[in-house]
């Protein structure tokens, strides 16, 4: 099978319109059918159920679907690290890794200062994203290691070092009564009024159902805390980052947030090993807060 045929028929399920399909590869419709065809024909199964109005998948094509888009992107990956181990040679940075922005920022400082006072250390660029973009750059070969935060990003198909656990707080605008007390369970905060916690995207874009505010960045969720129009269940080393007029709580069944740093598997890479050995060296008197 080759990767042409894999795009045009990903290209296809996902449109589930051929017509579509081929304006997005920018090739004609009928080329692009024939080749869906000859697939078939090879595979020696029905990929798609086709009417003259619709067109659906056959249980096979579903299958081929969801293992044509982890083929592409493992192909799309090895070219983008090929590339970038090829201008290694011009100047750029050559280990990039990416974190949640405003997470584990203690822990990043160190781990950055640590590695660079290390013999042969290599130029590390730094990538700050949104929640759950992580895995998918570290998948896509836009990265190479990452600082992931259990159990709310996937480790799936990482290799992983524990760097830290740590507790969640809830935050709220500074005076509100709960603010007052030493700790909070969840049940305290799914009955505040008025402060539902937030909605984060999904992997694929989209918002969950839900009465919370949609959020796509810390300073986002921080400003609708301010003004009173959520809340926020967070690891307890956000408290360093908050501003005056916010406020943290311990909440006390609260899943624990355990820090890891995560690459890919089949990782070959001695810079990826050495800043994993790096990271693994600072703890436990470097991480107690990550």
């Given at each position: ?8 028929f ?9 017509g579509?399909?081929?304006?997005r ?20 199964a ?5 009417t003259?109005r619709?067109v659906s998948l ?7 679907l969801a ?5 592409l992107?493992a192909?799309?990956?090895a070219?983008?690290r090929?590339?970038?181990a ?5 100047g ?6 990416v974190t949640k ?7 990043l ?18 990538i ?9 750059l570290?998948?896509?070969g ?10 709310f ?7 992983t070092?524990?760097l830290g ?7 709220l ?6 603010t007052?007390r030493a700790?909070?369970?969840?049940a305290?905060?799914?009955a505040l009024?008025?402060?539902?916690l ?6 694929d ?7 919370g505010?949609?959020v796509r ?12 129009r959520a ?9 360093a ?29 001695r810079?990826?090993?050495?800043l ?9 008197e470097?991480?107690d807060?990550t």
């Open positions: 099978m080759e990767t042409r045929e894999l795009r045009y990903v290209a296809v399920a996902e449109e589930l319109h051929f579509r399909a081929a304006q590869l920018g090739i004609a419709q009928p080329p692009l059918s024939r080749a869906i065809q000859q697939l078939e024909r090879r595979l020696g029905a990929l798609l159920d086709r003259s619709t056959t249980e096979a094509g579903g299958v081929l293992e044509g888009r982890a083929a992107d192909v799309d990956a070219e983008r090929a590339r970038r090829a201008l290694s040679a011009t750029r940075p050559d280990l990039v890794l922005a405003s997470a584990s920022r203690e822990l400082a160190k781990l950055l200062d640590a590695y660079a006072a290390e013999p042969g250390a290599a130029p590390v660029d730094v700050l994203c949104g929640p759950a973009e992580q895995g998918r570290l998948r896509d836009r990265a190479d290691v990452a600082l992931l935060h259990r159990p990003d996937s480790t799936a198909g990482f290799d070092e524990e656990t740590e507790g969640q707080v809830v935050i605008p500074s005076g509100h009564p709960l007052a700790h909070v369970h969840m305290d905060i799914a009024p008025g402060l539902p937030p909605r984060w995207p999904d992997p874009g989209s918002y969950p159902p839900g009465p505010p949609q960045d810390h300073a986002q969720l921080l400003q609708l805390v301010s003004l009173g809340c926020a269940v967070s690891p307890e080393s956000c408290r980052q908050l501003p005056g007029d916010l406020a943290a709580v311990p909440v006390l069944d609260a899943p624990a947030v355990t820090t890891v740093i995560a690459w890919p598997s089949h990782s070959r890479s810079a990826v090993a050495d994993v050995r790096t990271a693994a060296r600072l703890q436990p470097a991480l807060r």
